[in-house]
């Protein structure tokens, strides 16, 4: 017993420098990624099915590494938060999204809001609120055409904090929503007290709503909050129409997911501003 507790020391100290090692290399990878432009922003559009129409873009960082190809977020982001990375990436991604809505714009494309995730640290990141109002400015954009989602975890820490913050941005104009809502933690009487505009019932709830019972009774819980509480709701990670018709039946009109368009780059616009599904 005790060798073989000794062997599994061993290779316990043996994969985590690897993982170390991983992580490093990941990390300086990144950081070259960053600089050298080799990240991009796809968008998916989100889609208001009684006004049959586009009502905004949800923008999604890519990775568009010269050997590996297309990287997706869930690779490098964790690695990004954990090393701080996420700052200025994170920056860049908001300032990359208002520069593209502006060429839109410039394109005679209809004005729409872009959202922006936000990482935790990124919401908590001192300064944030004048970072953004100077990406507005330098980019002419107004902020009601910038949108943020933050997850339930990043809001319920230090939650004064994150009331005068809100506070701030809803003040500025700038929309909020909270993602993947369901999956995290909420106190529902700061639901009711922070400033948001917007919940996104997350994909995990739309993926056997059709099979199981709980995740739809889950759904349709979260639609009857958000009208309770006289918030919108969107509906993600849509794929049928048959998820698609039950949640309109709980009363939810407003849907992202592959069923529309999958993310896309933004030059495919006549899919994004038109995803055939609902014209
Ligand atoms: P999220 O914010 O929940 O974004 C939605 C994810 O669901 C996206 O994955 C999108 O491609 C995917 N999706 C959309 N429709 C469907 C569908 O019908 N079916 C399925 N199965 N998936 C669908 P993606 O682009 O891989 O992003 C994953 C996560 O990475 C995002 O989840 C978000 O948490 C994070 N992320 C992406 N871009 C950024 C960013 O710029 N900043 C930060 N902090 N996080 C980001
Ligand atoms: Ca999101
Ligand atoms: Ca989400
Ligand atoms: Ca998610």
């Known amino acids: 017993a005790k060798s073989l507790g000794r062997n599994n020391f061993q290779f316990f100290t043996a994969s985590m420098n690897d993982e170390a090692i991983r992580f490093f290399n990941l990390e300086n990878r990144l950081r070259a990624a960053l600089d050298q432009g080799e990240l991009v922003l796809h968008y998916q559009p989100l889609v208001d099915l009684r006004q049959r129409a586009v009502v905004g873009m949800e923008a999604l960082v890519r990775w568009n590494d010269p050997e590996q190809g297309m990287i997706a977020p869930g690779e490098f982001i964790p690695v990004a938060e954990e090393t701080g990375l996420i700052l200025p990436l994170g920056e860049w991604v908001l300032r990359e999204a208002m520069r593209q809505n502006r060429v839109w714009q410039e394109q005679g494309y209809p004005l729409l809001p872009i959202s922006v995730n936000l990482s935790p640290r ?6 944030l609120v004048e970072t953004i109002r100077a990406i507005l400015a330098e980019t002419g954009q107004p902020a009601r055409l910038l949108e943020l989602e933050i997850t339930e975890g990043a809001l319920m820490q230090e939650v004064g904090e994150t009331l005068s913050k809100l506070e701030e941005l809803a003040a500025m104009g ?3 929503t909270i993602d993947d809502f369901g999956t995290g933690y909420s106190s529902l009487s700061y639901l009711k007290r922070f400033p948001v505009h917007k919940l996104k019932v997350d994909q995990s709830f739309t993926r056997d709503l059709c099979e199981d019972r709980e995740d739809a009774a889950i759904a349709a819980a979260i639609i009857g909050l958000a009208h309770s509480l006289e918030l919108d709701i ?8 048959e998820q698609l018709s039950m949640l309109m039946g709980y009363g939810c009109h407003k849907f992202q ?8 780059a933004p030059s495919q616009t006549d899919t994004l501003f038109h995803p055939s599904s609902i014209l």
Do not use: C, D, K, N
Not at 122 to 127: D, P, W, Y
Not at 234 to 241: K, R, Y
């Open 257 to 264: 997911g592959y069923y529309f368009s999958r993310p896309l």
């Open 122 to 127: 990124q919401f908590r990141q001192r300064g």
């Open 174 to 176: 700038v929309r909020l």
């Open 234 to 241: 969107l509906a993600e990670g849509v794929e049928t129409a």
